[in-house]
């Protein structure tokens, strides 16, 4: 029997993160007329997780089995 790797286990996980992140009631608690730096609020929450979520897959893919 196949035993499932840690790895594919915590990248399924981080999708399932990322799905609820992304997903549209989260979403709608940063629209509105406010800004950081001049850039609306749901901009930056996008792109800083979307970079999160890069990030941590990184250190998942590259970290090494132990």
């Avoid at 001049?38 to 930056?44: A, D, H, K, S, T």
Wanted: hydrophobic share 60%; glycine share 8%.
């Amino acid at each position: 029997m196949i035993r499932p790797s840690i790895k594919g286990q915590r990248l399924a996980a981080l999708f399932l993160l990322g799905f609820l992140l992304f997903n549209y009631p989260l979403l709608t608690l940063f629209v509105g007329p406010s800004q950081v730096l001049g850039i609306p609020v749901l901009y930056v929450y996008v792109f800083a997780v979307w970079a999160l979520l890069i990030g941590l897959m990184a250190l998942v893919v590259e970290k090494r089995n132990d």
